[in-house]
């Protein structure tokens, strides 16, 4: 077995590695990894008390994916509910279809009985509010929140932006693989902002025949190389993990204008091997890992891509 998670994943490692010895199959447990995630308010970017978007709605993004069924189940721009991942969950098991957003999104979580919660805190709201009295002008302010976002929303976007998607991915004891991921996206986003985290292939993939991946940080980039489901696809094509990522680097070098700064590239493969590599600005990442053989989880620093 072996769970790959990345720093904020650190609060639901010991969850998903404890349940994988005890025989849960590898969808189980990284949904439970990452609902322990979504359920600590001192995870920021995450479930209740992370960072709303430029109305102060906490808009949130998950998904699962299933390596042995190559099912998938994504929620986008949910408003309202305490954890998403299981509402994407739910998509996958219950729905025809792979992937809900907005109100809909919504509407199918109050239908399955999702606990609902108000994910803004305090706290957040403040940070927020002491945002808008920076940027707004006082006649904006006073039509607040009538007024043109999008002008509003590319100043907002430097001061705080967030950067920590919740990712786990793992292979249990019967040799399954399965990914699961979880963010509020950046803070201050355009209204109804997807991510790459509830795009299936962008922000995560899972094939047990070859190998599972998911991102983090700049979803606008991961979105357009596609990168999550590039590395499984360069696997299947006989590179070594290390060359599947080096290649998905270069896909992302490619990439021109647009929001352009740093991803955290999260993979294993298909025999548990794993690899975590951060790009462009994305720095010092920092990712946990607990595979057969250890004890208790290690903290280990991604290595940067120079490609
Ligand atoms: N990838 C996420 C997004 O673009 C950001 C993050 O990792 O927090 O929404």
Redesign the pocket.
């Given at each position: 077995m072996i769970v790959l998670t990345n720093h904020e994943g650190g609060v639901g490692i010991d969850t998903t590695a404890r349940d994988l010895a005890a025989g849960v199959g590898a969808l189980d447990a990284v949904e439970a990894g990452v609902r322990m995630v979504e359920d600590d308010p001192s995870i920021r970017?995450v479930g209740y008390n992370s960072w709303p978007n430029i109305l102060g709605q906490v808009e949130l993004?998950a998904a699962v994916m299933d390596g042995a069924t190559l099912r998938s189940g994504a929620i986008g721009g949910l408003i309202g509910f305490k954890n998403p991942v299981s509402v994407a969950r739910a998509v996958m098991e219950r729905l025809p279809h792979e992937i809900l957003v907005g109100a809909g999104a919504a509407r199918f979580a109050s239908e399955i009985g999702a606990e609902t919660a108000e994910n803004l805190s305090e706290a957040s709201r403040d940070t927020w509010q002491r945002g808008l009295k920076e940027w707004l002008s006082p006649r904006e302010r006073q039509a607040f929140p009538d007024i043109a976002l999008t002008a509003l929303c590319q100043r907002a976007t430097d001061p705080e932006y967030?950067?920590?998607?919740t990712v786990f991915l793992a292979i249990d004891g019967a040799g399954d693989m399965a990914s699961a991921v979880s963010?509020?996206?950046?803070a201050w986003?355009y209204p109804g902002r997807l991510?790459?985290?509830p795009i299936i292939g962008a922000?995560s993939y899972a094939d047990g025949a070859y190998g599972a991946c998911a991102?983090?940080?700049?979803?606008?980039m991961?979105i357009r190389a596609a990168t999550s489901r590039s590395v499984v696809l360069y696997l299947k094509m006989g590179l070594t993990l290390e060359d599947a990522l080096y290649e998905a680097g270069r896909d992302l070098k490619r990439l021109r204008g647009g929001l352009l700064r740093g991803v955290a590239i999260h993979a294993i493969d298909a025999k548990g091997a794993h690899r975590v590599a951060s790009f462009g600005e994305a720095k010092g990442v920092e990712y946990w890992v607990w595979e057969d053989g250890m004890t208790h989880p290690e903290r280990r620093v991604a290595i940067h891509l120079d490609v």
């Open positions: 970017s993004d967030q950067k920590d998607t963010t509020s996206g950046w986003k991510g790459d985290s922000g991102c983090t940080h700049t979803g606008e991961t």
